[in-house]
């Protein structure tokens, strides 16, 4: 298994990905440690707090205040690591685009200090966090995720072949997490009004223990130099209020700066580096030269493919959309 025996250190670990990949792995798993890297320390008392019992020493979980702007603590911290991931960032759209160099300094030089830190250190694999924004980016968010995925992909060429393995893990928007629309949803319900920016939107949906399910198989078959795409439904976000608030009007306010229409995890151009497994595709870099082994088998997407969330051939509807609320409690 992936994380049994292994000390694993999880940047961004008191965001919302990071206590369910904790959640997960202290409940599946047999890890070593759990480093739980993140720069606030009131979150940290009070994860620490809910997930460790008084006196409870034999804890595999472990905490380390930074940032990760800080090469040196992220140097300090990765003594010893196995396994690396990168879920540290700066993702709210508005504020990236309000606050640029802030974003460009977390997600680009913070994730260029994750790898060199990670290569520095010896660590076996690193697994970086990234997002359909990153594909034909419309704002800083996703551009900065774009060039995150280009460093990891392309740090490869600085580890050797058999010592440090990086790889990026691409899905589209995560229930439950920072930002989400649901939670605004369900407060906007109590007024019988519910505010969407376009009607015609689709998304790429899926639940946080889907995503941390995502980042674990991608550990297990990871080669180096990937970004890996799951395989995951659409949404039509009028479905998302009607599950939430169906008894709502639609009070339709225009679409935001920086956003689009539709979601795309593969572009056509992407498509011809692209590889279709069972469950999720993997886009293979062109400039791999760093790795000799040949190719997984598997076969190249048609000419012309795209991963769009309009054209997508799974859709949630509004009965599974109200099971998956329900049961996440979001």
């Known amino acids: 298994m992936p994380l049994n025996g292994k000390t694993v250190l999880v940047t961004g670990g008191t965001g919302s990905f990071g206590k369910a990949f904790l959640n997960i792995a202290f409940t599946r798993y047999k890890p070593e440690k759990l480093i739980v890297f993140?720069?606030?320390?009131?979150?940290?008392?009070?994860?620490q707090s809910a997930m460790?019992?008084?006196?409870?020493?034999d804890t595999p979980l472990r905490f380390f205040i930074g940032d990760v702007r800080d090469r040196n603590r992220l140097n300090?911290?990765?003594k010893g690591v196995d396994i690396v991931i990168h879920a540290a960032a700066l993702k709210q759209i508005p504020a990236c685009e309000y606050n640029p160099f802030e974003a460009i300094q977390t997600n680009i030089i913070g994730t260029r200090n994750v790898i060199d830190a990670a290569i520095d250190r010896?660590?076996?694999?690193?697994?970086?966090?990234?997002?359909?924004?990153?594909?034909?980016?419309?704002?800083?968010?996703?551009?900065?995720?774009?060039?995150?995925?280009?460093?990891?992909v392309?740090?490869?060429?600085?580890?050797?072949?058999?010592?440090?393995?990086?790889?990026?893990?691409?899905?589209?928007?995560?229930?439950?997490?920072?930002?989400?629309?649901?939670p605004i949803f369900k407060r906007q319900r109590a007024?019988?009004?519910?505010?969407?920016?376009d009607p015609r939107m689709t998304r790429f949906w899926l639940s946080l223990e889907d995503g941390v399910d995502v980042v674990i198989k991608s550990l297990k078959i990871m080669r180096g130099g990937e970004v890996f795409v799951p395989k995951i439904p659409s949404?039509?976000?009028?479905?998302?209020?009607?599950?939430?608030?169906?008894?709502?009007?639609?009070?339709?306010?225009?679409?935001?700066?920086?956003?689009?229409?539709?979601?795309?995890?593969?572009?056509?151009?992407?498509?011809?580096?692209?590889?279709?497994?069972d469950d999720h595709y993997t886009i293979e870099s062109s400039f791999n030269r760093w790795r000799s082994d040949?190719?997984?088998?598997?076969?190249?997407?048609?000419?012309?493919?795209?991963?769009?969330?309009?054209?997508?051939?799974?859709?949630l509807s509004v009965d599974e959309l109200r099971e998956m609320i329900e049961a996440a409690g979001d």
Request: charged share 25%; aromatic share 4%; glycine share 8%.
């Open 38 to 47: 993140s720069r606030d320390e009131l979150k940290q008392h009070e994860l």
């Open 52 to 57: 460790l019992k008084d006196g409870d020493e």
């Open 76 to 78: 300090r911290s990765m």
């Open 122 to 152: 010896g660590v076996e694999k690193v697994v970086a966090l990234s997002t359909d924004k990153a594909v034909n980016p419309v704002n800083l968010y996703g551009a900065s995720k774009l060039c995150a995925e280009k460093l990891v």
């Open 154 to 182: 392309q740090g490869n060429a600085y580890s050797n072949r058999e010592e440090t393995l990086l790889c990026s893990v691409r899905y589209g928007n995560v229930m439950g997490t920072r930002g989400s629309v649901v």
């Open 191 to 197: 007024s019988g009004t519910v505010t969407v920016t």
């Open 235 to 277: 949404i039509r976000i009028t479905n998302l209020v009607e599950a939430i608030a169906p008894d709502c009007r639609i009070d339709t306010i225009g679409i935001r700066d920086g956003e689009k229409i539709h979601e795309m995890l593969i572009s056509v151009d992407e498509a011809r580096n692209a590889l279709e497994f």
């Open 294 to 315: 040949p190719a997984v088998k598997a076969k190249p997407v048609a000419d012309g493919f795209s991963y769009q969330s309009d054209t997508n051939a799974r859709w």
